[in-house]
Nanobody
Framework: QVQLVESGGGLVQAGGSLRLSCAAS????????MGWFRQAPGKEREFVAT????????LYADSVKGRFTISRDNAANTVYLQMNSLKPEDTAVYYC???????????????????WGRGTQVTVSS
């Protein structure tokens, strides 16, 4: 059974940093794109960042570009999201996602991803 488990969320003041981790089990994703999405209260889930299997290419939402960094460790089957200069509008549940496709394409749409974690809460206070 494939599982994605996020960790690292919490409460932080504006301007602070958090590092999210997503550990995958049940299969390896070393040849697949992985990504992060988020959902704020009362809003639809939105794309945050994605990274191809090699880690060479990444794609970010405009709202987080320059502040967030996605990375991965294929040996550990884990993807990370380093979040700096956090703002109150970054408050959301953050979800890890993984694609079953062996592709080098970057994609920001939810339907590209086949596996999802349960999410971790990030709250940024002003």
């Amino acid at each position: 059974q494939v599982q994605l488990v996020e960790s690292g969320g919490g409460l932080v003041q504006a301007g602070g940093s958090l590092r999210l981790s997503c550990a995958a089990s049940g299969r390896t994703f070393s040849g697949n794109a992985m990504g992060w999405f988020r959902q704020a209260p009362g809003k639809e889930r939105e794309f945050v960042a994605t990274i191809i299997w090699s880690g060479v290419s990444t794609l970010y939402a405009d709202s987080v570009k320059g502040r967030f960094t996605i990375s991965r460790d294929n040996a550990a089957n884990t993807v990370y999201l380093q979040m700096n200069s956090l703002k109150p509008e970054d408050t959301a549940v953050y979800y890890c996602a993984a694609s079953a496709r062996t592709s080098s394409l970057l994609n920001r749409t939810e339907r590209w991803y086949d596996y999802w974690g349960r999410g971790t809460q990030v709250t940024v206070s002003s």
